[in-house]
């Protein structure tokens, strides 16, 4: 079955970090690429970084050298490192996967920055 899983997120103080996990099942190879999505009220979806199945990645201009993505091969899962956060970067987070020309998305997770 072709699904993303995600966890991680929560409420962090301005300056601090988290880690968000997105789960592929059947396992991470099958998705060419992927990437990682924010949505606030009111807004569209926003798109924040990605990755290819080659490893090169590219960021949205404001979280460049705050926010890591990469694949975990051995734990087929996506991952975020999101550091220096700040309150703009409070949404609501999905992961998305390239799955046959299909996108595929996470269920999203809630990542709020205090000031």
């Known amino acids: 079955q072709v699904q993303l899983v995600q966890s991680g997120g929560g409420l962090v103080q301005a300056g601090g970090s988290l880690r968000l996990s997105c789960a592929a099942s059947?396992?991470?190879?099958?998705?060419?690429?992927m990437g990682w999505y924010r949505q606030t009220p009111g807004k569209q979806r926003e798109w924040v970084a990605t990755?290819?199945?080659?490893?090169?990645?590219n960021y949205v201009d404001s979280v460049k050298g705050r926010f890591t993505i990469f694949r975990d091969n051995a734990k087929d899962s996506l991952e975020l490192q999101m550091n220096s956060l700040e309150p703009d970067d409070t949404a609501v987070y999905y992961c998305k996967g390239t799955y046959r020309s299909r996108g595929c998305w996470g269920q999203g997770t809630q990542v709020a920055v205090s000031s």
């Open positions: 990755v290819v199945s080659g490893g090169a990645t």
């Open positions: 059947p396992n991470i190879a099958v998705y060419r690429g």
